[in-house]
């Protein structure tokens, strides 16, 4: 018997955003850029790579560079894209900090 393996894509399931701020605040809790900024990029695909380029400004090309796994966007892109998708950041103290 084989087994059959699909890949798994979270974009489709971040249609709630109770389910995108989740998600993001788990990618956040990494404290891993890289990982925050694929985070990011998922959430994108998500809510439509399209809508969001003519929302920001940003082309869609620079909007997936800057939110791969391998990306770095500048802290104005991030703000920009997060304000867009509809979520804020806030800081909290480190427990034991």
Do not use: C, W
Request: aromatic fraction near 8%; proline fraction near 4%; charged fraction near 25%.
């Amino acid at each position: 018997m084989t087994e059959v393996f699909t890949e798994f894509d979270p974009a489709e399931y971040l249609t709630t955003p109770e389910a995108i701020a989740e998600f993001m605040s788990d990618a956040l809790e990494t404290g891993d850029a890289g990982y925050v900024a694929k985070a990011v990029g998922v959430v994108a695909r998500a809510k439509g790579m399209s809508e969001l380029a003519r929302e920001t400004g940003l082309s869609r090309e620079q909007l997936y560079r800057s939110f791969s796994a391998s990306g770095n966007p500048t802290l104005k892109t991030f703000l920009t894209v997060m304000r867009a998708l509809g979520m804020d950041m806030t800081a909290r103290a480190h427990p034991g900090v």
